[in-house]
């Protein structure tokens, strides 16, 4: 398994619209996206793990750089 840092989040970005990125690419075993304990807000980032490291490999490359949520 490799956990995946995901950075440069939009705030408004959801753990099931990471989920479905990622599943493009193969099995994504957890979404964990980062929020402020006190406003439940994002922070803007999260991570990624998924099952086999060349699943995540391919998603690091084909993803990095790409936009979401607009």
Excluded: C, H, W
């Amino acid at each position: 398994m490799m956990n995946i840092y995901v950075g440069n989040l939009p705030y408004n970005a959801t753990e099931d619209e990471l989920r479905t990125a990622f599943a493009a690419f193969g099995d994504v075993s957890s979404v964990n996206m980062i929020t402020d304990k006190f406003t439940g807000q994002s922070k803007g980032f999260a991570f990624v793990e998924m099952a086999d490291n060349s699943s995540a490999d391919a998603a690091i490359k084909g993803l990095n750089e790409t936009q979401m949520g607009g």
